[in-house]
């Protein structure tokens, strides 16, 4: 197996975040260590406090007081759930690590069937997708939708209604966290990662609504295609060069009626028409650029992914308040 220790002799390291996870951190942890228990006795769980607005930190530090194997990361504040996730496979120290949402929508139990897999393949990530997309007709055609356009204009695949739930061997997490993107989806990172990696079907459970609407997937798309493709750039430019071929032929047109049949070129409506054509152009391919350059900005400024207020373990020693506790400054930080 790749990058793991034989059976029963590794350490299981179980990342997840949480926002407005209060209601399911209980039975996601019960489920998790019953899901484990059969694999090792080494488990530790991660898990980072998104800046919550409910009672999620005060439960898990209630679950830290009575297994001593739990690590909450409490963020400073909310700052989304990729870099969330990040963080937390950061703090991981397992030689596999199983990322999961604690919503309890994948089944904890998947556990078993992907160390299954991994073993039996040397894989180095084993990672769920969605037999059937759930959710209504909408969301169903605009995860679709969404996917299709990503397929298009990215740089590379994307493994297509993707799940969090995936089991990682330690040097596939540990070059994962190596990237210093500060703009980035998350999935398109453990694409690039590369290694052996292997895809299961699976049922994602439909036990609440989606926190992705129409707004935020199309701000995940354009921040997908922006941070993860070159693509666009080249079909900005082959278009203007398209556009600029056309005009060039068409005036030479007009050219040789004028001069061969003295018929002169009329239509107001037609050059205003062309106007807005162009202005609108133009102002679209400045704006994507502008995105791009926004993107640039965010990167070189190398700030930090997150910033931790404090991590709660077991131990009073461990736990302390501000960035000195920090163990991402040497990963994230400038």
Known sequence: MAGSAPDGDFTLSIVTTLYRSSATIAEFHARCSAAAAPLTPRVEFILVDDGSPDDSLAVA????????RVVVLELARNFGHHKAMMTGLAQARGDLVFLIDCDLEEPPELLARFYTELKAGAWDVVY???RRRRGGLFERLSGAVYFSLVEALSDLPLSRNLITARLMSRPYVQALVAHRDREMQISHL??????????LPVDKLSLSPTSYSLKRKVEMAV???ITTSTKI???ILYSGFAISATSAMYICYSLFKYFVYGAGVHGYYSLIVSLWFFGGTTIFILGILGIYIANILSEVKRRPYTHLRAIHRASDDDTAPGAQTNPL??????
């Open 128 to 130: 769920g997708v969605q």
């Open 61 to 68: 530090r209630d679950l830290v007081a009575r297994d001593p």
């Open 233 to 235: 750039l080249y079909f």
């Open 223 to 225: 921040e997908h295609i």
């Open 190 to 199: 453990w694409a690039i990662t590369g290694f052996r990696q292997t895809a």
């Open 329 to 334: 400054l040497d990963l994230f930080g400038p």
